[in-house]
T-cell receptor, first 115, second 113 residues
Framework: AQTVTQSQPEMSVQEAETVTLSCTYDTSENNYYLFWYKQPPSRQMILVIRQEAYKQQNATENRFSVNFQKAAKSFSLKISDSQLGDTAMYFCAFMKRQGAQKLVFGQGTRLTINP | NAGVTQTPKFQVLKTGQSMTLQCAQDMNHNSMYWYRQDPGMGLRLIYYSASEGTTDKGEVPNGYNVSRLNKREFSLRLESAAPSQTSVYFC????????????FGQGTRLTVV
């Protein structure tokens, strides 16, 4: 079975700073996908970024980028030039490439951006 | 665009009562899921349906039943609610293809007293 661990329950930074959220996972699979989802106070789950394990290049989406270290089973999210609207819970998630397409989530990190 | 619609958004139940959470998607997705979200535990999979007519247990299925009524609808039933089922419940859907994005409903906050 796969497990996902987010070791930072809460983080807080000032607006415009850069922040990195950590995620590690455990799997015996070689091909899989990793995701970061954002959950603002509205409770809506929003996909932030996706990484395919067989691609070595780290994914980027505007101010969001990941540092994917396959050997270390690490998948961190970096938010540059943080904005007040980035305040949310962030969840790291894992999905196998083969078989049932189920997401396995980490515990979440509550990120607060302060003005 | 409606996406994934869950009803109700809030519910309070007494211990032992039963209820059904409804979920419908209008994206013609094959796969549908029910998750529960508890503080410090992230989202945990209760049941999922890879396609119409099939359902499978997830990580925490005890105390729940599901029905994939058709391709659009996937309901979650609590037959005899317990305080341990107090949680926020999310329905999600995806095309079912490898690595595709899952789309979530707005969630149902359920309190069992």
């Amino acid at each position: 079975a796969q497990t996902v661990t987010q070791s930072q329950p809460e983080m807080s930074v000032q607006e415009a700073e850069t922040v990195t959220l950590s995620c590690t996972y455990d799997t015996s699979e070689n091909n899989y996908y990793l995701f970061w989802y954002k959950q603002p106070p509205s409770r809506q789950m929003i996909l932030v970024i996706r990484q395919e394990a067989y691609k070595q290049q780290n994914a980027t989406e505007n101010r969001f980028s990941v540092n994917f270290q396959k050997a270390a089973k690490s998948f961190s999210l970096k938010i540059s030039d943080s904005q007040l609207g980035d305040t949310a819970m962030y969840f790291c998630a894992f999905m196998k490439r083969q078989g049932a397409q189920k997401l396995v989530f980490g515990q979440g990190t509550r990120l607060t951006i302060n003005p | 665009n409606a996406g994934v619609t869950q009803t109700p958004k809030f519910q309070v139940l007494k211990t032992g009562q039963s209820m059904t959470l409804q979920c419908a998607q209008d994206m013609n997705h094959n796969s549908m899921y029910w998750y529960r979200q508890d503080p410090g535990m992230g989202l945990r999979l209760i049941y999922y349906s890879a396609s119409e007519g099939t359902t499978d247990k997830g990580e925490v299925p005890n105390g729940y039943n599901v029905s994939r009524l058709n391709k659009r609808e996937f309901s979650l039933r609590l037959e005899s609610a317990a305080p341990s089922q107090t949680s926020v419940y999310f329905c999600a859907s995806s095309p079912g293809l490898a690595g595709t994005e899952a789309f979530f409903g707005q969630g149902t906050r359920l309190t069992v007293v």
